[in-house]
């Protein structure tokens, strides 16, 4: 048995107050000893809050939050995650099971006054087929992915907070005994789960009253990072009007956030496909933890064949792929610069998603195109094959813009917005939020931030947002395509897995692209 392992816990908190304080008394043996109460500024304040993001859809595959747990408090760097039921995290007790390129130190419930697990039977344990029960009656986790990577571990109770220095709440989470695959060589520490089950992290807030029933992701471009909006929090003026598509309603796959899609035209050409072969298997998923666009097999060969009609038509020529280990389909002949907008258009069609209930949300060729060597001319078709298993819209799909999953009217909304600048800013006010506020008892250890940055920037779309002027920030290391905290000294920084000699000369971007593919596991 752990020695942080819980026996008692009376959490004396005042439910029909969900906007006032409230406390945890916390009893548990660690080596013998007793905890001491204690107690956190309740969410009265409520974390309706934007938060920053990190990573892209080339360089890392993924994008990724701070988080601060335990008390003291440490923070974290997590994936966001739409189709994840159970938000988890690398734990001291996973030891050389868990890899060696993680940004921060593994959660170490012993180390924490006010950590706890989980037994079976409590609502956090109902995180769909995800969780289960083991000899002892302890919650447990096991999730797994396309790409053949994998965690599993014990589900943990213990002290959240979304912001630094900002009111903690109590929440579960998977503390990982075990990783393989790109979890494993990932520098990210873990995952932050979205998704619509009782276990997932807004669901919790919500729960709480912390937050309100919606949240939304806003991805950046090429160059990455981006914002989480947790509940009701402002969102850029330059935002406008969402449009808003129904969410689908299916106990089958109710932890996954599915949309109606009517159909997908190319430059205002429709493709001709059959509306049902989008509703296949488990229909059309909006999934942020899956980097690129998957489609049905009819769907994919009429997406493919349109592309090359009108590229080739354009001037635009086949090339061999990236890497020989993908399939990729590739072109020549596009503008150096892959921030000409206008080049670009004039090159590859656009893309249209038709939703059902709304206009069709029309979208620029890099929502559909990565770039396998910058300068270089080559685009590729960030679109893949997915037999009849269904259709996933995942990150590249919505870059630079706002996807708003509002759960308590289920629905999806769809705006564009300058997503990296959103993350930018919202840093810079939640940093000078924190130091107004000064350090909360929970949170001693926490420093304070800079000032506020300067207000929204208004962009013009289909175009590519003008990323010059946009330095990161001091605490982090400059980067042409995404911010992120210091490597472990140990590593070398790169979270990909090793690539052959011949790769080890490849540009960072292109290494990116050849060890990240995330696919959800359905």
């Not at 819980?6 to 000893?33: H, M, N, P, Q």
């Not at 598509?245 to 932890?255: F, I, Q």
């Not at 298993?389 to 870059?399: K, V």
């Amino acid at each position: 048995m752990p020695p942080y392992l819980i026996k008692t816990a009376d959490e004396e908190s005042s439910l029909a107050a969900k906007r006032g304080s409230f406390s945890f008394r916390v009893g548990y043996r660690e080596a013998g000893r007793e905890a001491a109460t204690v107690r956190r500024r309740g969410l009265g304040q409520r974390v309706n809050a934007t938060l920053p993001l990190y990573g892209s859809v080339q360089e890392t595959g993924y994008f990724y939050a701070n988080i601060y747990l335990g008390t003291p408090a440490r923070e974290f760097a997590v994936i966001t995650d739409t189709g994840s039921a159970m938000t988890y995290v690398h734990c001291a007790a996973c030891g050389d099971s868990c890899g060696p390129n993680h940004f921060n130190q593994p959660f170490d419930p012993a180390a924490s006054s006010s950590a706890e697990l989980v037994p079976c039977g409590r609502s956090e344990c109902l995180c769909s087929s995800q969780c289960g029960c083991d000899s002892s009656s302890q919650c447990t986790f096991s999730v797994s992915y396309a790409e053949s990577s994998s965690s599993k571990g014990t589900v943990v109770s213990d002290l959240l907070a979304v912001l630094p220095q900002g009111p903690a709440a109590r929440v579960s989470f998977g503390c990982e005994t075990a990783e393989t695959g790109m979890i494993y060589s990932q520098q990210a520490d873990g995952l932050l789960a979205l998704g619509n089950s009782q276990a997932s992290l807004v669901t919790q807030l919500v729960a709480d009253g912390a937050i309100d029933d919606v949240f939304s992701l806003c991805f950046g471009g090429v160059e990455g990072d981006g914002a989480l909006v947790l509940g009701s929090a402002p969102l850029p003026p330059d935002l406008g009007q969402l449009q808003y598509t129904p969410l689908l309603r299916d106990g089958s796959y109710s932890l996954y956030y599915r949309v109606e899609l009517e159909g997908i035209a190319l430059g205002g050409q429709q493709l001709q496909v059959d509306q049902a072969v989008y509703s296949q298997g488990y229909g059309a998923m909006l999934d942020s933890g899956t980097t690129y666009i998957y489609l049905p097999s009819d769907a994919f060969q009429a997406f493919t064949a349109e592309v090359e009609r009108q590229a080739v038509q354009n001037g635009l020529y086949k090339v061999d792929p990236p890497s020989s280990e993908y399939k990729d389909i590739c072109y020549g002949g596009g503008p150096a610069d892959y921030q000409d907008a206008e080049g670009l258009s004039q090159a590859f069609p656009t893309m249209s998603l038709d939703f059902a209930q709304m206009e069709p949300l029309v979208l620029p060729p890099l929502n559909y195109l990565f770039v396998p060597v910058l300068g270089s001319g080559k685009y590729c078709l960030g679109v893949f094959e997915n037999p009849d298993s269904g259709t996933i819209l995942g990150g590249i799909a919505f870059r630079n813009i706002l996807v708003q999953y509002d759960r308590e009217n289920w629905q999806a909304g769809f705006g564009p917005t300058d997503c990296r600048e959103l993350g930018s800013n919202s840093s810079s006010a939640a940093a000078a939020a924190a130091f107004a506020a000064g350090p909360l008892p929970s949170n001693p250890s926490m420093a304070s931030g800079p000032a506020p940055s300067s207000p929204y920037v208004s962009i013009p779309f289909p175009g590519s947002p003008n990323i010059t002027g946009l330095p990161p920030p001091s605490s982090s290391p400059s980067s042409n395509f995404s911010r992120s905290p210091p490597p472990p000294p140990s590593t070398g920084g790169n979270s990909a897995p090793k690539p052959s000699p011949a790769g080890d000369q490849l540009p960072p971007m292109l290494r990116g692209i050849l060890g990240r593919r995330r696919r959800r596991h359905v």
